[in-house]
């Protein structure tokens, strides 16, 4: 058998490496250029009109009632950094020439204590990777890769808010985009995405199962960090990007189908439905449109009502004062959604309702009782939220 040689890389944190830098040791010799894209900051969310967890898990509602005393946001400086043969590998981890594996990159993964995709595991903190790169890119580039990054959601707050925050050096710099591979109607959407941001940007699709190495690799730091960040100023552009500078006063009112993502399905939508398909509510299902024409129609909503899933990230694009209305499992307390309502100015709402099935926490089915939703309902439509 043949056994491939191994590059052995250990975890070290962008700020570490920065500080490397300042003084040309180790791990700095490997950087180009630091460059600041949004200042040290904070800012305010509204608490959700409503939260009723009375169907929740314990674990749940003791995660609930933390996040919901958070209501003031602190945030480190956002950095631009570029690195001199720099490597990627899975799905978007950042190996440095030094033999860094850059800690930002795989958080997701090492926060749970798991393996970041592409590596094997060493010794406690440390990791094996092929050593022999399968491609070497000799253009600038700009990394838009992250873990989940085929997700819808993960996609627009991880990646193409970076290149929202990012798209003037794009240019300035002719810099080529590396995404992952996506597939079908997302890689529709990534493309369009692309295009309105950084039109005419060449773009490099990196393979899971592949180690590219890049002469120049600019990275910016996270401006998304679970649970309870998003940058502002990148949903900010994102968001201009795709609606017009005015627009008519919000009217429709939307129920966000979920029937067809195999998992998270809430068994009783129909009856559901009918209890908003009474009050004037239209369903309405994202997957099946354009990025802008998503954009358009939650920028048109007066009020949504939907199970949590990626398509209620279009929540960034709401006009303030629309009204949401979330659907949850009681087993998935993430406040991802709320964090997104509340930078639009939206009113926040959100019932849980027990699991039917027996999967890992979050990915479960689930029912909403309709006297409650009905009671949440008629606080959205016809209540005063203020």
């Not at 944190?13 to 010799?29: K, P, S, V």
């Not at 946001?73 to 950042?94: E, H, K, P, W």
């Not at 997957?287 to 007066?302: N, R, T, V």
């Amino acid at each position: 058998m043949t056994h491939l040689a191994q590059r052995e890389v250990s975890l070290c944190g962008i700020e570490q490496i920065i500080g490397a830098q300042m003084f040309g040791t180790g791990a700095g010799r490997d950087v180009l250029e630091v460059a600041c894209v949004a200042p040290t900051g904070s800012y305010r969310r509204a608490a959700p009109v409503l939260i009723d967890s009375s169907d929740a898990d314990y674990a749940t509602r003791e995660s609930i009632g933390f996040y919901g005393r958070v209501l003031t946001q602190n945030y480190r400086s956002i950095l631009r950094t570029s690195f001199r043969d720099a490597m990627v590998a899975g799905q978007g981890a950042l190996v440095l020439a030094s033999n860094l594996l850059v800690t930002e990159t795989v958080i997701e993964y090492t926060f749970q204590n798991a393996l970041p995709a592409g590596f094997s595991q060493a010794a406690e903190g440390r990791f094996h990777l092929p050593a022999q790169p399968h491609l070497r890119i000799a253009a600038p580039c700009l990394l838009l890769k992250k873990p989940w990054y085929f997700n819808f959601g993960h996609w627009l707050v991880d990646c193409a808010s970076v290149l929202a925050l990012c798209a003037e050096l794009v240019a300035e710099r002719q810099l080529t985009l590396v995404i992952g591979q996506y597939e079908g109607a997302m890689r529709g959407i990534v493309m369009e995405t692309i295009a309105r941001l950084a039109p005419g940007a060449p773009v490099l699709e990196h393979p899971d199962d592949e180690i590219w190495r890049f002469d120049e690799l600019h990275y910016v730091t996270p401006p998304h960090a679970p649970p309870l960040f998003n940058l502002p100023e990148g949903l900010r552009r994102l968001r201009n990007a795709f609606l017009p500078a005015s627009a008519p006063k919000p009217a429709a009112r939307l129920f966000i189908a979920r029937r067809d993502s195999g998992h998270r399905i809430l068994q009783n939508e129909t009856e559901l439905f009918a209890l908003c398909a009474a009050r004037g509510f239209q369903l309405v299902d994202p997957q099946k449109m354009s990025l802008a024409g998503q954009a358009e129609c939650f920028a048109g909503a007066a009020a949504i009502v939907g199970a949590k899933g990626a398509a209620l990230t279009n929540c960034l694009f709401c006009a303030p004062g629309a009204k949401i209305l979330v659907l949850s499992p009681a087993d998935f307390p993430d406040p991802f959604y709320w964090e997104i309502a509340s930078q639009a100015g939206c009113h926040y709402a959100e019932i849980f309702g027990p699991v039917t099935t027996r999967r890992h926490a979050g990915l479960n089915d689930f029912t909403i009782d309709p006297e409650k939703f009905t009671r949440a309902l008629d606080l959205l439509t016809t209540g005063d939220c203020n």
